[in-house]
């Protein structure tokens, strides 16, 4: 009686074994389901066995999914043969009994045919062509690590595809990563199978032992916990190995690529000397080598982006978050020298020397901490940044840009920041018989931008004469009982608000506060 063999996704056909002793039967199966595939089988003329073509254009883990699913199909072994060296892996941690693999350089059907005869069907097939005597060749790693690139951006993204990479060559039940984080230390921790929290917590005591050991500046009681979804649900629904211990540990530190300890691996199994044999030891060897040249691409990815939103959280008060975003970008913390259009706001508030005069100190402090929080979140809202604090006044900028007009963002801000006085907190402080107001004077014209300053203290700041005017004109909100004064440079430019603004004096413009109930300028 011949045996009987499937050829899953051979469209040609090209599984050529002995007439005589073997019948193929060749079947299409499609990832949306079987609709191309009749699996259906006579009891006593089941397959021996599925020999599926991992190359055609089909997910073959979906493909032996499908086969697995079948109750009649599950004496039947299966045989994944593909030059994709990811789908293998992922085969391999979800289905390790009874399905196989062979990896080859490149797809070759002598070669299929030749395993199947001298191999598969004399129940001497092993798991995959690349191993010898046991051991994973370099080659078949290397082709694997090449698909975790895109994943360097995303730490514990990149940790989660290298779990099935560790299980493949290691077949441990538990796996821990651990790595410095600063003065504390994660643990990425993954168990494939069902698993007790005694056991995982056992474990990470012999772990952090040894972790310590490599790392004695590290902080023993900061220990933060990363497990995967998967090894959650473990915890959670764990019965099958309640009682059960693990028999095995294994550690190895993971190097950088100048050999420096840049992590460690632990490994755990229910099976006693599972992590014993030469040939393992020389397969962990490369992985970790391997391993830490990823870990450490993401962290330093990881450590550029945590320098840049602390740099972003140390200007974002003086600096738009779009200037502070093109200086990371760039890689540059000072900007290099330029000219430029710019609008300027000058700020004063009216009579400050009567108040630091009749209020304590630390009560004008406060006053002034207070009332600069407001203002310099009304300049930021329109695009602006601080350019100095001169005591009680303020000088803010808008440069000119593509997208907005900044003749317009000054004065809304200059509008915002008069609605805005309502809101400073002057319940503790004595005002003079005139109150509490500010003057605002605002022009535009053409700046020189650059860090000025000695080695001890730099300030990025602006030269010209726009500044001096914008103070001319706060100035003139005295003489002439206005809030916001600005320059006929700045009315010419204006788009958003020209039919609110009207004309004070020669070349001297105003526009009213609108009421705090209406918006519209």
Sequence with gaps: MKRLICGVNFSDKSLCLSENEFMVKYLDIDIAGNKKCDLSFNDDDLPELFVINGDA????????????????????????VTSHFSKIVKIHTEYNKDTYYCALDEFNNEFVINLLEKKALKNEIYEISLREDNSISKSFLSNYFITLFKYITNLKLLIEEMYSIIYFVTNADLIMIMMPDNLQTRVFIKAFKEISS?????????????????????????????????????????????????????????????????????????????????????????????????????????KVVNEGKELKTLFSKFIPSDIIDKMIEEGKVEREPERKEVAVIFSDIRSFTNITEANQPDDVINFLNNYFEEMVTRIRKFGGRIDKFIGDAIVAVFEKSE????????????????????????????????????????????????????????????????????????????????????????????????????????????????????EEC
């Design 57 to 80: 254009k089909v997910d073959c883990f979906a493909v032996v999914k499908i086969i697995r699913k079948n109750e009649k199909l599950s004496i039947s072994k299966i045989v994944v």
């Design 198 to 302: 005694n056991n995982i917590d056992d474990m990470l005591k012999f772990a952090s032992h040894d972790h310590f050991t490599i790392f004695k500046y590290l902080n023993y009681d900061y220990i933060e916990k990363i497990y995967s979804s998967d090894s959650k649900r473990d915890l959670n629904e764990s019965k099958k190995n309640i009682d059960k211990i693990l028999n095995s540990y294994f550690y190895t530190i993971i190097p950088d690529i100048n050999g420096n300890p840049i992590a460690t691996l632990h490994l755990g199994s229910f099976i006693t000397n599972n992590f014993s044999s030469d040939s393992f030891m020389l397969a962990l060897q490369e992985l970790s080598f391997k391993m830490g040249f990823f870990i450490e691409k993401a962290l330093n990815y990881e």
């Design 403 to 518: 997208n907005e007009n900044f003749a317009d963002n000054a004065v809304l801000a200059g509008i915002e920041m008069a609605k805005g006085l309502k809101k400073v907190d002057i319940s503790r402080i004595k005002l003079p018989e005139s109150g509490f107001g500010t003057g605002i004077g605002i022009h535009c014209g053409e700046m020189i931008l650059g860090n000025v300053g000695s080695e001890q203290k730099t300030a990025y700041t602006m030269i010209g004469d726009v500044t001096g005017k914008a103070e001319e004109l706060e100035g003139d909100t005295k003489k002439y009982h206005k809030h916001i004064l600005f320059s006929k440079s700045i009315f010419d430019r204006l788009k958003i608000v020209k039919s609110k603004a009207y004309k004070i004096d020669e070349d001297i413009f105003s526009i009213d506060i609108p009421e705090e109930n209406n």
